[in-house]
């Protein structure tokens, strides 16, 4: 599949104020990734909008790196024109950004995650529900000017078979760019990606670590917000990337089946087939790549987050994910359903 065709078969759903679906799947834990590690990152930070706001007015959305674009181009500017409140923006890879919530270094009243694992390390404290609404797989970013292009660009349209772009990995002078898995959940999908499409695809046994090496290979893994302007810039060959990253970004990727790409929410039995023990000891256990969001409890301006997550889930906040490649799924309440607030709590006894 080449950049920039959108799927039109992405299923968009609408609903009312909160669109929060009659058939919303409750549950109290939609992942099972464990605690991340404690490595804080820096953050992009964008203050959006001429609105002119008071502080009070101010929607502080800290969020998963890969959602920066869609945020700060798209929500963010929208939010402010619907509500005439202002937006500001911060990034990184979803676990720092938790660990700096908890560590006091910035002060956000909405945090967007990628999974679970980072919004548990800020409850009780920050937060205790979240609302799971969209999806987004992995897929393989390729820069059109690679010396590998040719045979990238042959396995994306299906001409050459997909075990090809692992044996294509393993030459000495492919550049490969990945997410810090210690920080960054997209990090972390991908070496369990590689890991199942080393059994799926019966490669020789060791090809997922030849091609990875260390955990965090200083050759290899660069920050979420940096990652893709890299690709394009001809420092990489190929690079992990989110659908709708790469999209946004009209790069030309190679789709993985559902079963590699961490993105289908009814293959999650068979992501958490797969493990990561990362530099700290803790284990993460595989699972689908979906978008929470949660305001946080205890930071300046709370009704301004609010306003924030209520926009994102109305109808307008979805299709402009939507829009912008993203598979807009079930809302999932994670955490302590009686601590939502009563719009959504109404929504699921629906």
């Not at 998963?64 to 402010?80: C, R, Y």
């Not at 009704?303 to 299709?319: E, I, P, R, T």
């Not at 079930?330 to 939502?340: Q, V």
Request: with cysteine.
């Amino acid at each position: 599949m080449e950049s920039g065709k959108k799927n039109k078969n992405l299923p968009l759903r609408l609903g009312v104020t909160l669109c929060l679906a009659a058939g919303v799947l409750v549950t109290g834990c939609a992942t099972q990734q464990s605690q991340g590690p404690a490595h804080p990152v820096a953050v992009h930070n964008n203050t959006g909008g001429s609105n002119g706001g008071a502080v009070s007015d101010l929607a502080n959305v800290a969020y998963a790196g890969s959602l920066q674009l869609v945020n700060d181009t798209f929500l963010g500017p929208a939010f402010e024109k619907t509500t005439g409140q202002k937006y500001q923006g911060q990034g990184g890879g979803a676990y720092g950004v938790a660990n700096l919530i908890l560590g006091g270094e910035i002060t956000p009243n909405v945090f967007e995650s990628i999974g679970t694992g980072p919004v548990a390390l800020l409850s009780p404290k920050f937060t205790h529900w979240a609302v799971g609404f969209a999806s987004s797989p992995l897929v393989i970013a390729y820069a059109p000017e690679s010396p590998y292009a040719t045979q990238l660009k042959a396995i994306a349209a299906g001409k050459l078979p997909l075990s090809e772009l692992f044996r294509l990995m393993q030459q000495p002078g492919f550049h490969l760019g990945r997410t810090n898995p210690d920080t960054d959940p997209q990090g972390q999908s991908f070496i369990m990606m590689m890991q199942l499409a080393q059994r799926q695809l019966k490669l020789p046994v060791g090809t997922a670590d030849k091609i990875l090496g260390p955990l965090n290979n200083p050759a290899q893994v660069f920050s979420e917000e940096g990652i893709l302007a890299r690709l394009q810039a001809g420092q990489l060959d190929a690079s992990s990337a989110y659908l709708p990253e790469a999209i946004a970004r009209h790069l030309p990727y190679i789709a993985l089946p559902d079963t590699l790409n961490m993105g289908n929410p009814a293959d999650k039995s068979l992501y958490a087939s797969e493990h990561l023990t990362l530099s700290n000891g803790k284990t993460v256990t595989g699972a689908p790549i979906e978008v929470y969001i949660t305001p946080v409890q205890g930071t300046p301006s709370p009704q301004a987050g609010q306003a924030f997550v209520n926009f994102v889930l109305s109808k307008q906040g979805l299709q402009l994910y939507h829009d912008n490649g993203y598979t807009m799924t079930k809302f999932i309440l994670w955490g302590d359903k009686s601590m939502a607030p009563p719009s959504i709590q109404a929504e699921l006894q629906r």
